[in-house]
Every structure is written in C-alpha cells, then in structure tokens.
C-alpha cells in the first residue's frame, strides 16, 4: 500500500482473530487474564480491557460464534446450495436428494447461479421485484423510501438477475454491479450495485449494498464481530463493517486508515474507493443528478459508514449532491463520538438519514448499547410495530433484545405475524401474500422473534403499507 500524507490513522484498534484460535484457547478468554498477549488478537494503542466476568462473556461468545462459523462455512454453503437448488430447478440432473449429493460430491455446479431466472433464498423468501403502482415520484420521500428497499433487496440477486430488473422492469440504467475486495479476508466479500433513475426534474443515482446472506458464514462472523477501531475526532466504529467497506490494513506496520487516494492501482477494487470515484465521475457530467444510498442489514451500516468516509476526506462536492441515506435493519456501527461526528455533518451538509427498523428485528439492536460495548444508534428512528404503523423515535424499544421483561411479548408478538402471514392476502390483496418458505420462517420466531423480522419482507411492507408523513 502506497503511503499518504493524507493518510488517517487509527490510534487504537483491537481486531479478533479466532480462525487462529483452537477451542482450548477460547475459554481462556473466559478464565484466563492478559488478553493483549492471545495469539488471536491484534491492537494498536492503549486498550483498556474490561475483566469482569459477564464482558468477558461477551467477547466469549461473540469468538465462540465466529469459530463456530468458520468450522461450518462450507458445510453452510452446501446446505445453502441444496436449498436453492430445489428452489431454482434448472438443472436437469437434480432431480433428488441423491443426484443433489452426488453432484456436490462430483463437485460439479448444482444450478446456474450467472443465470437471470436464478433466485436467491432472500428472494424467494420475498418475491416482489416491483413497485406499487400508487407510489408516485411526486411524493420524494415514500417514493425513494421504496426504492432504497426493493434496491436493497434486489441487490441480494447475481447480476444478470439485477439487471433484468433494473433494465427491463424499472425501465432504469444498471451503472455498475460487482464484488469488493476485502483486505481483511484477503477476497471478495461486500457487493455494491449503483443504479440511474432519470427524472425530469433531477436524475437520481442508487447505490446499494448487499447484506447478509442466510449461509454465507463470513458475512455473518463480520455481523457478530467484536473488533473496533478509533480515529482521532471521529470516535470508535465496527471494525468488521469498516474493513467490508474498504479499509485500508497494514498490521505488520500498525497501520490501519483511510488514504485520500490509493497508490498501487493494480490492487483489486474495494468499495468505498470503486463506488466514490465513479460517484465523482457521473456527478461532474450531469449538473442536475443527485445520489441516495442504501442498504438492509450489513449493507445498511455500509450505506451509513460511506458517508462517513465521505466527511473524513472533505469530499464536499460528493456530500452537497447526498440526497439521503436509507437504511433497513441496519446494526449499530459506532460510539457516542462517532454518533455526535455524523449528527454534526449530516446537519451541516443536510444529509437526510432515515434508519427504517420494524418490531422486533434483532440486527438493529446488535452491537450492544451497553458501558461495554459503547455502540449508540444516531438519528431519528422510525419504527414500526406489527401493523406497520409507524413513528418517530430516538432509539427502538427493548434497544439491546435480550430481556426477560420481553421473553413472552415477544413471543407472543411472532405467533400473530405467523397468523397474519395466512391473512394479509385478505387485506392488503395479492401483492402481499406470503409464501409456504416465508411461513416455514415465521415459525423460527416462536423460539427467536428477531430473526424472521429481519427480513426484507416487512420492510417493503413498511414502504409500501406503512404511515409516511413523519418522514416529512
């Protein structure tokens, strides 16, 4: 990596690596003392760590998950693809489990995923692709509220489908669609796609990124990824989401920030430079264009965290033409100071931020809000129950999930959308009817209510059935 003088650097950061960890050394996180000096962790500065029991808990089981999850990442990846290719049947020589596993055996492609009539298991948990015809352009804020989410939600898909969507039934201009380098990794693993809506008044550009996938076991270790890292001024953010976006890591040299510019141009792309520079390039050809971002779960605190990139290298021109940031079960992404940072500029360059979060949704309550992990949402909520009536908050009920106080309301809550998923076709029309999968998911909320209300079908719904004029 090309040296900067423009360089911002982190003064401190603790990054976990448990795929370097056996289970032995993981319980002495629990029992044993001296964390700095664990193989596992890598830090940078003074860090203080917080010995007592429960916080080291925490850290306990945030390793033991993503341990877990890098012992199983190929035994989800194959359950993934037997699970779709039932739902995509394409491939002639699939016509049972045998044949299925034989396949994978085989190591032959179980269906086409390049394919354009190929669906993600996001996407047959929600179908819809299009509009509500009544949703008028007319109306900015519903309008680019239901775009952002079925932009999120299409982003789930492989290109050729995206695009089929974008270009055939939008009637839109698919800019760019691609992986992301992610240092970290060492590979492939944030997907961004940026989209053209002409209009007449202003042209409008999209940027969407991907969120977590059911069974991609890297993307949910990042969700549930303890690592932070601090910059000077501008606090403490998610190390796993800043290293999805691009973040710029030399550990060997304690070196970890964001460069202006990026030297070595045969490096792969990663996103927060990709998704900037072409920005700049299409918004200095057209005068009278614009750009929102958004994003569903990960891809929400990528689409909060891009900005934030954005005002840590003075990128004003790109910041006056940021219409809105939209986002949906969207995670925290950073502390007090980093909330104070972004409330500060988004006031200064009239940023709008909408932080869309429905009921119980687990992810949005994730890192914790607590005098350990520090994290804090920044903006106004808006919530929305179980009706999807929705209203203005500072923070979302029950803002850490785990309480008992909530164990039976909860609960009961997820069995009256299980019910609701059998009658919102009588209501709402056919639109809305949910499939046998999507109801097969609901049950999943008797035991954990969080997870199916995380889906992206209730946030189309919130768009598309939900109460609007407090977004004014």
Same mark, same amino acid.
């Given at each position: 990596?090309?040296?900067?003088?423009?360089?911002?650097?982190?003064?401190?950061?603790?990054?976990?690596?448990?795929?370097?960890?056996? *289970?032995?050394?993981?319980?002495?996180? @629990?029992? $044993?003392? !001296? %964390?700095? /000096? =664990? #193989?596992?962790?890598?830090?940078?500065?003074?860090?203080?760590?917080?010995?007592?029991?429960?916080?080291?808990?925490?850290?306990?089981?945030?390793?033991?998950?993503?341990?877990?999850?890098?012992?199983?990442?190929?035994?989800?990846?194959?359950?993934?693809?037997?699970?779709?290719?039932?739902?995509?049947?394409?491939?002639?020589?699939?016509?049972?489990? *045998?044949?299925?596993?034989?396949?994978? @055996?085989? $190591?032959? !492609? %179980?269906? /086409? =995923? #390049?394919?354009?009539?190929?669906?993600?298991?996001?996407?047959?948990?929600?179908?819809?692709?299009?509009?509500?015809?009544?949703?008028?352009?007319?109306?900015?804020?519903?309008?680019?509220?239901?775009?952002?989410?079925?932009?999120?939600?299409?982003?789930?898909?492989?290109?050729?489908?995206?695009?089929?969507?974008?270009?055939?039934?939008?009637?839109?201009?698919?800019?760019?669609?691609?992986?992301?380098?992610?240092?970290?990794?060492?590979?492939?693993?944030?997907?961004?796609?940026?989209?053209?809506?002409?209009?007449?008044?202003?042209?409008?550009?999209?940027?969407?990124?991907?969120?977590?996938?059911?069974?991609?076991?890297?993307?949910?270790?990042?969700?549930?990824?303890?690592?932070?890292?601090?910059?000077?001024?501008?606090?403490?953010?998610?190390?796993?989401?800043?290293?999805?976006?691009?973040?710029?890591?030399?550990?060997?040299?304690?070196?970890?920030?964001?460069?202006?510019?990026?030297?070595?141009?045969?490096?792969?792309?990663?996103?927060?430079?990709?998704?900037?520079?072409?920005?700049?390039?299409?918004?200095?050809?057209?005068?009278?264009?614009?750009?929102?971002?958004?994003?569903?779960?990960?891809?929400?605190?990528?689409?909060?965290?891009?900005?934030?990139?954005?005002?840590?290298?003075?990128?004003?021109?790109?910041?006056?033409?940021?219409?809105?940031?939209?986002?949906?079960?969207?995670?925290?992404?950073?502390?007090?100071?980093?909330?104070?940072?972004?409330?500060?500029?988004?006031?200064?360059?009239?940023?709008?931020?909408?932080?869309?979060?429905?009921?119980?949704?687990?992810?949005?309550?994730?890192?914790?809000?607590?005098?350990?992990?520090?994290?804090?949402?920044?903006?106004?909520?808006?919530?929305?129950?179980?009706?999807?009536?929705?209203?203005?908050?500072?923070?979302?009920?029950?803002?850490?999930?785990?309480?008992?106080?909530?164990?039976?309301?909860?609960?009961?809550?997820?069995?009256?959308?299980?019910?609701?998923?059998?009658?919102?076709?009588?209501?709402?029309?056919?639109?809305?009817?949910?499939?046998?999968?999507?109801?097969?998911?609901?049950?999943?909320?008797?035991?954990?209510?969080?997870?199916?209300?995380?889906?992206?079908?209730?946030?189309?719904?919130?768009?598309?059935?939900?109460?609007?004029?407090?977004?004014?």
């Amino acid at each position: 990596m090309g040296r900067s003088s423009k360089m911002l650097y982190a003064n401190k950061f603790m990054f976990f690596q448990p795929e370097k960890m056996g *289970f032995f050394q993981l319980f002495k996180v @629990l029992f $044993g003392s !001296e %964390l700095h /000096n =664990k #193989d596992f962790v890598q830090f940078l500065g003074f860090i203080i760590v917080d010995e007592r029991f429960y916080h080291k808990w925490l850290l306990f089981f945030s390793l033991l998950v993503q341990k877990f999850l890098h012992s199983i990442a190929s035994l989800l990846k194959c359950i993934g693809d037997i699970l779709e290719s039932f739902l995509n049947p394409q491939a002639p020589n699939n016509y049972n489990v *045998f044949m299925l596993v034989l396949n994978i @055996l085989r $190591g032959q !492609e %179980l269906v /086409n =995923k #390049d394919s354009a009539h190929y669906v993600s298991i996001m996407g047959h948990l929600d179908k819809r692709v299009g509009f509500d015809n009544s949703i008028k352009r007319e109306d900015p804020n519903k309008y680019n509220a239901t775009l952002s989410i079925m932009a999120s939600k299409v982003s789930y898909e492989n290109k050729a489908f995206f695009q089929s969507i974008v270009v055939d039934r939008w009637k839109m201009e698919l800019v760019d669609c691609r992986d992301y380098w992610n240092d970290y990794q060492e590979k492939a693993t944030t997907q961004g796609f940026i989209l053209l809506d002409k209009r007449e008044e202003d042209d409008t550009y999209v940027v969407a990124f991907r969120g977590t996938e059911p069974f991609d076991a890297d993307a949910w270790s990042t969700d549930i990824d303890f690592s932070w890292l601090e910059l000077p001024n501008f606090g403490k953010t998610h190390a796993g989401f800043m290293k999805a976006l691009g973040l710029q890591i030399e550990l060997e040299r304690n070196i970890v920030g964001w460069p202006k510019e990026i030297e070595n141009d045969e490096r792969p792309p990663r996103a927060y430079y990709a998704i900037r520079d072409l920005l700049k390039n299409r918004l200095e050809a057209n005068n009278k264009a614009n750009f929102i971002v958004t994003g569903h779960s990960l891809g929400g605190a990528l689409a909060i965290l891009f900005p934030a990139v954005l005002m840590l290298h003075d990128e004003t021109f790109l910041l006056e033409r940021l219409q809105g940031v939209y986002t949906f079960g969207q995670p925290r992404v950073g502390d007090k100071t980093f909330a104070n940072y972004m409330k500060q500029n988004l006031k200064h360059y009239q940023i709008k931020y909408y932080r869309f979060v429905y009921c119980n949704d687990i992810v949005p309550r994730l890192p914790f809000d607590n005098k350990f992990m520090m994290f804090q949402h920044f903006g106004i909520c808006l919530y929305y129950d179980r009706t999807y009536k929705g209203q203005k908050m500072v923070e979302e009920p029950n803002k850490n999930y785990f309480s008992w106080k909530e164990t039976i309301p909860m609960r009961v809550n997820a069995f009256w959308e299980l019910v609701r998923s059998f009658t919102i076709v009588h209501k709402y029309g056919a639109e809305c009817q949910e499939g046998r999968l999507l109801k097969i998911f609901r049950l999943l909320g008797l035991l954990i209510p969080g997870l199916p209300a995380h889906i992206t079908q209730d946030y189309v719904n919130v768009t598309q059935l939900g109460f609007f004029s407090h977004l004014d």
